[in-house]
């Protein structure tokens, strides 16, 4: 028994240690960040070509300033928190399991980087272009900073979030949780959860949420064939 309360504590002490050094380098690339701030601003309003934006609070900018220092920040340390994270599960892990969670979490970050990148090249654009194009005589769109800063960034987050579906439908499948089969008996329900998931990751707009959608049902249908594929390859 005090072998075992012994061990939980030293895992705790473990936790807290990693949970330490993410915070730190977190906070110190915050702070770099913000010194470059001017120069992450022109990339985050390089989709809206042409529009305006106001704030309508005194710290509305500042607070702005500060989420996408932070943002930047967590996105630079990302190597740094995946490899504490790993430092942290690998010691209770199997040989067998540790080759496919470590494959997992850099094949993750990849995929997350490419949602990402694919919403700031072509979503945003599409999206913003849409809404700028429902003006009336009289009324020109000018947005709140604040507010175009959350916007992008539930946009992003969430396709970053989607293309990660194809990992863990892989992971799962090695791990002997899910099959193909059982993604394709249930594919209507899947579709469900897809269009549902959809319309609460991005704004409550129609246009976001089907252009989310789509790209789901495609790496859906991806992983139905990655998945095929591992189940040969583990019958083999």
Do not use: C
Not at 179 to 205: E, G, H, M, Q, S
């Amino acid at each position: 028994m005090e072998e075992q309360k012994f061990t939980l504590v030293e895992h705790l002490g473990e936790l807290r240690k990693r949970l330490m050094i993410i915070a730190a380098v977190i906070i110190a690339s915050t702070l770099v960040s913000y010194n470059y701030i001017n120069y992450i601003i022109d990339l985050v309003i390089l989709p809206a070509k042409g529009l305006e934006f106001v704030y309508l609070t005194p710290p509305e900018l500042f607070l702005a300033y500060v989420k996408l220092a932070l943002i930047a920040g967590i996105a630079m340390t990302s190597p740094i928190t995946i490899a504490q994270i790993w430092f942290f599960v690998r010691p209770g892990l199997e040989k067998r399991e540790k080759r496919y969670i470590l494959l997992a979490l850099f094949s993750g970050a990849l995929f997350f980087a490419t949602g990402v990148t694919f919403a700031y090249k072509v979503i945003l654009p599409i999206t913003l272009n849409f809404f700028v194009k429902l003006k009336l005589d009289g009324i020109e769109p000018m947005f709140s900073f604040g507010s175009y800063v959350g916007f992008i960034n539930s946009i992003l987050l969430a396709f970053g979030l989607v293309f990660e579906m194809p990992i863990v439908v892989v992971l799962l499948t090695k791990l002997n949780i899910i099959t193909a089969n059982t993604l394709k008996k249930n594919r209507k329900i899947f579709i469900l959860i897809i269009v549902v998931a959809a319309a609460l990751l991005t704004p409550p707009d129609v246009v976001s949420q089907m252009l989310l959608a789509a790209p789901m049902l495609v790496l859906f249908e991806l992983s139905i064939i990655l998945s095929s594929i591992m189940g040969k390859k583990a019958e083999k």
